[in-house]
């Protein structure tokens, strides 16, 4: 088996998320460098003729390429496994090559999915467009009624998938019932974990199997780079490694090394985008143009003690909507002034959503409303700027 996890390179003791984070790296090379340095090599050179045959003959433990694996991406995939519980994992070019080389990797034709119908737009349409032509099928269970999921098993079911927080609503899962679920049925648990990340969550705790991550987004958390992660099991992650070895999904070292950087600060990051979400939520509930706020730390989040159970905080992201219909949502967007206009979230700058014409917008209305989107529904990713200032933005914003 290949080694393209670097736990046997490290001396790894138990420490706190935080330490975990900044501590664990490469071994120094020669030069004593303090801070990791770039692989920037697309392959790695042999002593002789029998190093280089029980290297491919996978007899030794050794980098051989970098799309199966390199120095830099070896050492984001430890950190992660580190904070989320996970025997083994491999790093992608995207958050949905995460996505989709799990699912490629760990299904057949004729297998079925058992999924949340909150899932993003990019992964619906991997389950209603993609895999119907290879013979895999999905059903779907309403995110807030976890009771129907044992009706729409089915023998050839093979996976459990959901998010928890979901993207745009937040609405939150119940990570342990999915867990118990799983386990009852002989099923694969696969959690996208990419709002919570693993310092405000670990779905492994719960009886997750695998744990997908888009690192584009609080991982990075200043929207420079592309990256997904998928780790959990050793026997699992192994497929989607041979997977992913064969067809070519693998994170660019360079990416991989301002991924391992940023994931330094990430708990510090993590916590004043929670704060500052908080503050905006909170704002937003008592505002005359809000129709309503979801938020996972707000009291009145429909599941505001399960996510007080399974998560350390809330998170960056708020979803409400505006009152006056689609008019009242096209003077918001484009009255706002410091906040961005994007698709991405994680990011140190606030941004702005229109989930239902960006990021949802392949889903039909109906499917956009079983999923809990409503056409005026806003999706602010809260950033690291001062919450007065995202406040007085989103005030005039609303008040125009």
Known sequence: MPNFNITNHIIVKKQHTETSAIRTQLPRTDFQEHSVPLYLT???VFEDAEDMRASFAEEKART???????????????????????????????GMAAVFSTFAALLDSGDHIV?????????????????????????????????????LIRPETRILYAESPTNPGVDILDLELLGEIARKH????????????????QP???????????????????????????????????????????????????NAWVLSKSLETLPVRVDRHCENALQVARFLESHKKVHWVKYPFLPSHPQYDLAKKQMKAGGCVVAFEVKGGVEG????????GLLSLSANLGDSRSIVTHPASTTHSKLS??????????????RISV?????????????QALSG
């Open 42 to 44: 697309s392959s790695f």
């Open 365 to 378: 209305a109906k499917e956009r409303a079983q999923s809990g989107i409503t056409d005026g529904m806003v």
């Open 115 to 151: 999924a949340s119908r909150s899932v993003f737009g990019s992964t619906h349409t991997l389950f209603t467009s993609i895999f119907p032509k290879w013979g895999i099928s999905h059903s779907y269970f309403p995110f807030d009624a976890p009771e129907q999921i044992e009706s």
């Open 186 to 201: 002989n099923l694969l648990l696969v959690i996208d974990n990419c709002f919570a990340t693993p310092y405000l969550q």
């Open 64 to 94: 051989i390429y970098s799309r199966y694996a390199n120095p830099n991406t070896d050492e984001l995939i430890e950190k992660v496994c580190l904070m989320e519980g996970a025997e083994r994992g491999f790093a992608f070019a995207s």
């Open 383 to 395: 950033g690291l700027e001062h919450p007065e200032d995202i406040i007085a933005d989103l005030d």
């Open 329 to 336: 949502g096209r003077n918001f967007f484009d009255r706002i």
């Open 204 to 254: 492994i705790r719960f009886g997750a199997d695998v744990v997908i991550h888009s690192g584009t987004k609080l991982m990075d958390g200043q929207g420079r780079v592309l990256a997904g992660l998928a780790v959990g099991a050793e026997s699992l992650i192994d497929r989607i490694y041979r997977f992913a070895r064969i067809t070519g999904p693998a994170l660019s070292p360079f």
